[in-house]
Nanobody, 124 residues
Framework: QVQLVESGGGLVQAGGSLRLSCAAS????????VAWFRQAPGKEREFVAV????????AYADSVKGRFTISRDNAKNTVFLQMNSLKAEDTATYYC?????????????????WGQGTQVSVSS
C-alpha cells in the first residue's frame, strides 16, 4: 500500500499562486500514477491533473489547463501541483490519489489510495 499526505494549501487572493505537495510513503518502489482531485462544498469530486510514474503522460482538466502544472520527484516520492492565476472557483479541498501501474484515469473511483486533503481558498 501507499500512504499519501497533502500539504501546501491556504488562503490566497485571486491571481495568486500556491504549490501543493503530495508525499508518498509505504510501497513506493512500484510504479504508481498520481492524480489531483478537488471537491468544493455541495459539488462532486472532480479531476484536476494526473501524472504517470515517469511523468511521460500528464493530463489536466480543461478548467485548469495553462494555469496548473503537475510534476513528480520520484527520488523524494513527492508529487507537486503548481497552481498559478488562481480564481475564486478554484476554492476547494484538494486531494491526491494514487493507483499502482502505468495507466492514468480521470475518474476518482479508479484510484485506490487517497490523502486526507488540503484546503485551498481563493478570495476574489
Amino acid at each position: 500500500q501507499v500512504q499519501l499526505v497533502e500539504s501546501g494549501g491556504g488562503l490566497v487572493q485571486a491571481g495568486g499562486s500556491l504549490r501543493l505537495s503530495c508525499a508518498a510513503s509505504g510501497r513506493t518502489d512500484r510504479w504508481y500514477t498520481v492524480a489531483w482531485f478537488r471537491q468544493a462544498p455541495g459539488k462532486e469530486r472532480e479531476f484536476v491533473a494526473v501524472a504517470t510514474w515517469n511523468s511521460g503522460t500528464t493530463a489536466y482538466a480543461d478548467s485548469v489547463k495553462g494555469r496548473f502544472t503537475i510534476s513528480r520527484d520520484n527520488a523524494k516520492n513527492t508529487v507537486f501541483l503548481q497552481m498559478n492565476s488562481l480564481k475564486a472557483e478554484d476554492t476547494a479541498t484538494y486531494y491526491c490519489a494514487a493507483v499502482y501501474g502505468s495507466s492514468w484515469y480521470r475518474v476518482y473511483h479508479a484510484y485506490d489510495y487517497w490523502g486526507q486533503g488540503t484546503q485551498v481558498s481563493v478570495s476574489s
